[in-house]
């Protein structure tokens, strides 16, 4: 019997619809639970073919779990020691080089030292540092953003030069990105599942946290879905993550990545609305069904991104 897991949070709607997705197909040896964990022991594991996570990032004692479980032949789903590495500048940074347009984005020094440093500590860093460069680069206004993290905390939108270095300031051991603004006509939120199935849903970042994906009158240009798609799995290919949203502004017809490590994505029915509820869960559930009929016992199961593998040498 092949055990399917899903590790989850505070989130209800998704977590019991997925479980009971999988197990409705009647899959002959497979079988869906939320995970459950009792004692984490070094190099002992393999109770599940495959984890889906949506709690790690938060708990560090379920990221080791997973690391662990992944060692002894789990497919966690996403691979837990490439989401560790991960940050948003260097995904902007890989994105570029995919050939994905992004808004100009520059990573900043925290404003405070962080813990156990001094101003001795950052002798490498040129003070002050070149900020009319900077600006000449950005912009105004422009956005200020934490280069790891995500939910919307800690984002400023910033008219001036004044008002970058006051609410710089606020942010203290934060390490930040400053991003040019794309004005944008549309807007999306892109489900990208097993690094092969899209969902493109219009999205209001503006509204209300329940009303975002409530969109009327959505731009259908065939050519423009065809090139988000495009974009979207360069991304998530390249990254490696198997359980990923992608948010693009589009300005003057060019859509723009804004977001892309979303390795944790909101699935729950009451902001994604039915209609997309309904693709994750039963998209998702095919995706774990074919990972735990791939999964091989005692091996490494995980899905690498193409940077990692050509890194590696592998193909």
Excluded at 46 to 51: K, L, M, R, S
Excluded at 95 to 101: F, N, R, S
Excluded at 194 to 217: A, F, S, T
Excluded at 226 to 232: H, V
Aim: charge should be neutral.
């Amino acid at each position: 019997m092949k055990k399917i897991g899903i590790l989850f949070g505070m989130e209800d709607t998704y977590p019991q619809a997925f479980i009971d997705r999988v197990n409705s197909k009647g899959e002959k040896g497979i079988v869906a639970e939320a995970v459950s964990i009792d004692k984490v022991v070094q190099n002992k594991g393999g109770e599940y073919a495959v984890i889906i996570d949506r709690i790690s990032q938060d708990v560090p004692f379920y990221r080791a779990f997973l690391k662990n479980a992944a060692l002894t032949g789990t497919n966690v789903i996403n691979n837990p020691f490439w989401w560790s590495a991960d940050d948003k500048f260097f995904n902007n940074c890989l994105a570029d080089t995919l050939g994905v347009p992004l808004p100009n984005t520059v990573i900043l020094p925290s404003a405070e030292h962080p813990t156990d440093t001094t101003s001795k500590s950052f002798r490498n860093l040129k003070y002050p540092m070149d900020w009319e460069g900077i600006f000449d680069y950005i912009g105004f206004p422009a956005y200020m953003k934490p280069y790891a993290g995500g939910g919307w905390k800690n984002v400023y939108r910033l008219e001036n030069k004044e008002e970058f270095f006051q609410k710089h300031q606020e942010t203290g051991q934060l390490v930040m990105l400053l991003q040019e603004e794309i004005v944008f006509q549309d807007y999306y939120r892109v489900y990208c599942l097993g690094c092969k199935d899209v969902r493109i849903m219009p999205y209001e970042p503006r509204n209300p946290h329940h009303l975002r994906y409530v969109v009327e009158n959505p731009n259908t240009d065939k050519k423009l879905m065809a090139t988000i798609k495009d974009y979207t799995l360069r991304l998530c290919k390249g990254l490696g993550y198997d359980f990923n949203t992608v948010e693009f502004a589009v300005r003057d017809g060019i859509p723009y990545a804004i977001d892309f490590g979303n390795p944790a994505p909101d699935a729950d029915i009451h902001s994604v609305g039915a209609e997309n509820f309904e693709w994750v869960v039963e998209t998702s559930a095919k995706m774990a069904i074919a990972a735990a009929k791939k999964q091989k016992p005692g091996q490494t199961n995980l899905t690498w991104g193409t940077f990692i593998k050509e890194s590696a040498g592998q193909k």
